[in-house]
């Protein structure tokens, strides 16, 4: 009895099987995984621009916030003999600035500091250009009185200027003259105050105005 020869199965080239991924297969994986890729880093760019502008934003509405404090202690508390001047001068950098002197008014704009009491304050509205867009700061400025006991024989002022606030699109003072039942935007009468002082601030970013009204101790 013949035995029949024993038959092998061996699969084709379509029966062959392939643990690992084609180059196809690989090149879709990485598009997919640049697509992903590509959405969370947008994603996380927005977020940290959207978080970066709150905390402009914030800031900037702290620094309003602390100078009407400021300015509100500053002109309720002048005292009777206190005088005011506000005009317009020339910057350092050939534009024309704008400043309020405060002469005899120990409690304004102190900050905790001694040797600011007996000493004028200005406060300096100035402009600058960025490009062909202006930029307005607020810095306050000390004058030390020459038979102060703190000057240094040649400096002029006691400390370096503050800046109060910055990066504004305009900085305004008005005040209001009791004549003319207006406001105007200089104040060089010797001797008097004015009642109310009016700060209009507008910001970069195009929302309506700041409009703040100071009340002034013994303006008239």
């Known amino acids: ?32 995984l640049t697509i992903i890729a590509t959405t969370l880093y947008s994603t996380l760019y927005s977020a940290l621009k959207t978080t970066a502008e709150i905390r402009r934003i914030q800031t900037q509405e702290d620094e309003i916030t602390g100078l009407v404090d400021s300015c509100r202690d500053a002109f309720g508390t002048m005292p009777t003999n206190a005088t005011l001047q506000a005009v317009e001068a020339v910057g350092t950098n050939g534009n024309a600035d704008f400043e309020i002197s405060l002469h005899g008014a ?42 102060s006991s703190t000057v240094v024989a040649g400096q002029t002022n006691l400390i370096p200027a503050i800046n109060l606030l910055s990066g504004m699109k305009n900085i305004q003072w008005e005040f209001w003259d009791s004549t003319s039942s207006n406001y105007d935007t200089n104040w060089d009468t010797a001797g008097k105050k004015p009642k109310l002082i009016r700060l209009t601030i507008q910001q970069q970013d195009g929302t309506n105005p700041i409009q703040i009204v100071f009340w002034v101790s013994g303006g008239s």
Do not use: Y
Request: net charge negative; with cysteine; aromatic share 6%.
């Open 106 to 147: 120990p409690d304004a704009f102190t900050f905790g500091g001694a040797g600011m009491i007996d000493a004028d304050k200005i406060l300096v509205t100035q402009q600058e250009m960025d490009g062909t867009n202006p930029i307005f700061h607020l810095d306050l400025e000390v004058a030390v009185p020459t038979n």
């Open 1 to 32: 009895m013949k035995s029949s020869p024993t038959s092998l199965n061996i699969p084709g080239p379509k029966g062959c099987r392939h643990d690992g991924l084609t180059l196809l297969e690989m090149l879709l994986a990485l598009f997919i």
